[in-house]
């Protein structure tokens, strides 16, 4: 005689599938998200170096974030703006590794932007360069637009309106990579990183707008 599972064993046996599944899942997104965080880090670091490349090349000044220039908030002026990514194309060709994986805006939408602060200013002049960002996760347009190209300070996460912070764009666990001037990329979780600090009196932190300049704006100093 056939023997057959009863309906007590049958939900048993759901049951146990389903509190493996619960146990499992979380497990299994974690895994995902730190391999597609990796991924970005991958990305900035190479277009870090295509950056650097191309100051080899221009006697040793970065690419402007914009060629026209302009304020982001004040909305895109007329023309081709020939942003960083554009200026910069020769010396990583694959636009592919403009997109972050983990982009909440969209997976093939530029995600990274290069701070007013660093716009077109020669590499020998920062004193910290160790500690100077030339790229950070930020972007909701794609290749080549004028919006959100540049970044003003940390909390302008991935988007250009309203700078929200880390909290309300939540990616790579509510942290961002960050490239730096010498070729180094490190992720930071919110509250925390190059950005979260004031290095002079009177400056507000997170603030990367003006080069140079204090208190908004000044480049960490040397360590």
Known sequence: MRRGFTLIELLVVIAIISILASILFPVFARARSKA???????????????IRMYAEDADGLLPLWSLVGGSPTGGAPSGHPYT????????????????????????????????RYASGIEMG???????TVVLFEKGEYEFGAWDDATGENVYQSHTAKGQPGYSEVPFHAEGKNFAFIDGHVKWYNKG???FAAAHRTGAE????EVAGEAPAGDWPPAA
């Open 84 to 115: 960083w990514d554009e200026q910069a194309l020769a010396y990583y060709r694959n636009k592919n590794i403009l997109y972050c994986p983990e982009n909440p805006f969209g997976d093939r939408l530029r995600s990274y932007a290069l701070p």
């Open 205 to 208: 932190p997170g603030s990367c």
């Open 125 to 131: 002049r920062f004193p910290g360069p160790a500690a």
């Open 36 to 50: 597609r965080g990796t991924a970005c880090a991958s990305n900035i670091r190479q277009l870090a170096l295509a």
């Open 192 to 194: 925390a990183g190059p």
